[in-house]
């Protein structure tokens, strides 16, 4: 029999720090731009990623767990279930509450501002160790300013969110013509099924013209954003190319095109 089980005298981020670097100076893109380290001086991948990242123009590549990325694919996480703004005058607001969150319950979203928490006012930098571990029972108390200008105190705890990535979604008439309005949060499994709702909602209200909204968009799969760019192209692109995934010169041979669906 072989043994699955965890060595403990590992040092399990030194590993990773070993393979993230060997990725990093072979199949990354920039790969010939990539300095070179001593890796013992990170204590994480993520520390080592930020210094081996080529920056710019890459301010995207980014280190996480298998678990964290399952759960963000699969639209679920544990916290209070909404964005948090913060503006250049240090206030903070709230750009958007997911319907299983506490604070929509109670009809909080969009345009309150955070005043406090548990008593502290809320600074960028600060702000992480006030909202706590992303872990379920953990409670806090907000201080709120609500768009109508009245003040309140609301103690909510951290349970598990379900995101529902399309946020908004409406229909509206301006000068006699019909326009969608559709803002998207991320391109995750469950936005398959949100689009294809919303998608049928515009078509049987005829609209002419769409608005999509990115603003929030944390990214995703890419079937997931050809989903949406395929609703909106039709049948007029299907089987066109949509994407290229183009590899370094080391690996040009891998170059896949993926069209849109049909």
């Given at each position: 029999a072989i043994s699955c089980q965890k060595d403990d005298n590992i040092n399990w981020d030194l590993e990773a720090n070993k393979e993230l670097y060997d990725v990093m100076h072979d199949y990354y893109y920039w790969y010939d731009k990539v300095p070179y380290v001593d890796i013992t001086?990170?204590?994480t991948p993520v520390e080592l990623m930020n210094a081996l990242r080529v920056n710019p123009p890459d301010k995207w590549s980014y280190v996480t767990t298998k678990q964290e990325y399952d759960s963000y694919n699969a639209g679920v996480y544990y916290g209070f279930g909404f964005s948090a703004i913060f503006e250049q005058d240090g206030k903070l607001w709230i750009g958007y509450t997911f319907k299983s969150s506490p604070?929509?319950?109670?009809?909080?979203?969009?345009?309150?501002q955070i005043t406090s928490i548990d008593g502290v006012t809320p600074t960028a930098e600060n702000y992480n160790q006030l909202i706590g571990e992303s872990k379920p029972g953990i409670s806090k108390t907000f201080g709120l300013l609500s768009p109508t200008g009245s003040t309140n105190s609301y103690t909510f705890t951290k349970t598990e969110i379900e995101m529902n990535t399309v946020l908004f979604d409406s229909v509206y008439t301006i000068s006699s013509k019909k326009i969608g309005y559709l803002v998207l949060k991320g391109f995750i499994t469950p936005t398959i099924s949100e689009l294809d709702n919303c998608f049928a909602k515009f078509k049987s209200a005829n609209i002419e013209?769409?608005?999509v909204d990115l603003r929030y968009n944390g990214g995703g799969v890419i079937d997931v954003s050809n989903r949406l760019a395929s609703l909106i192209g039709g049948t007029t692109l299907s089987g066109k190319v949509y994407t290229i995934y183009s590899y370094n010169n080391r690996y040009e041979s891998q170059n896949t095109a993926i069209n849109f669906l049909s």
């Open positions: 001086s990170y204590e604070l929509a319950q109670q009809g909080i979203g969009r345009g309150w013209e769409l608005i």
